[in-house]
């Protein structure tokens, strides 16, 4: 079972979430909400936490396939249904820039297994919203 304590910062809606092993991120509403702006909005966690699934995949896939990635920077965007109570995310696109001398088709093959297969979040959000991906090689 995963546990996630949260504790309430302030008393409008910054709030710190912590896992059983201490690590810790900060969430809060907009000021639009009635927030300050003192860490991430719930639903931006959530785009955060694909991109962070499927770069975990990405890497481990990449070492098994013995290519040389140096880095790896994603940008993960998200649309969400307008004027509705829940807004829930219709489109995601999550753009991969891989750094180092990788292989084209083995990249795309890493990624594509991510996205498509592995990543539970990605698998979790596209249930309600179209999942895309693009990526680059970058020397």
Avoid: W
Wanted: with cysteine; proline share 2%.
């Amino acid at each position: 079972m995963i546990k996630i304590e949260l504790s309430r910062l302030d008393n409008d809606f910054n709030m710190e979430a912590v896992n059983d092993t201490g690590n810790k991120i900060l969430l809060d509403g907009s000021p639009a909400d009635g927030g300050h702006n003192r860490g991430m909005r719930p639903m931006q966690t959530l785009l955060a936490a694909m991109g962070a699934c499927s770069a975990i995949d990405i890497v481990s896939i990449l070492r098994k396939q013995r290519e040389e990635l140096k880095d790896i920077k994603i940008t993960v965007t998200g649309e969400r249904q307008k004027d509705v109570t829940p807004s829930l995310y219709t489109e995601v696109h999550a753009h991969y820039k891989l750094f180092g001398n990788i292989d084209q088709d083995k990249a795309q093959k890493a990624v594509s297994l991510s996205v498509e297969k592995y990543c539970s979040v990605a698998k979790t959000l596209e249930k309600t919203a179209k999942v895309t991906y693009s990526f680059e090689i970058l020397k």
